[in-house]
């Protein structure tokens, strides 16, 4: 019911800046939360960041402090600007949307991932 793409992967140079972008199409009645996440190889998948609609925001703390999430809610999209990016950071990142799908029902959406890669 929900389709999400993504963009604003790519390769940087440590201390650079990348601005992540996600999307939100389809049927839904409304967006509850929007959030990003990353895996990188042999790691689990950690939350990066998450907002709600109640504008409730939180980070991880290997983040805080140069990572900052932002929504528009007109184009329905989400957005991660990343700065003082570090080698670390370098993994496939995720958007995570939960909609409502009805007047009662929550379902959660995968976006497809978008490579980050950050070069010492």
């Known amino acids: 019911q929900v389709q999400l793409e993504e963009s604003g992967g790519g390769l940087v140079q440590a201390g650079g800046s990348l601005k992540l972008s996600c999307a939100a199409s389809?049927?839904?009645?409304?967006?509850?939360?929007m959030s990003w996440y990353r895996q990188a190889p042999g790691k689990q998948r950690e939350l990066v960041a998450a907002?709600?609609?109640?504008?409730?925001?939180n980070y991880a703390n290997s983040v805080k402090g140069r990572f900052t999430i932002s929504r528009d809610n007109a184009k329905n999209s989400v957005y991660l600007q990343m700065n003082s990016l570090k080698p670390e950071d370098t993994s496939v990142y995720y958007c995570?949307?939960?909609?409502?799908?009805?007047?009662?029902?929550?379902?959660?959406?995968w976006g497809q991932g978008t490579q980050v890669t950050v070069s010492s």
């Open positions: 995570y949307v939960q909609a409502k799908i009805t007047k009662f029902v929550l379902q959660g959406f």
């Open positions: 907002l709600t609609s109640g504008d409730n925001i």
């Open positions: 389809g049927s839904f009645f409304s967006i509850n939360v």
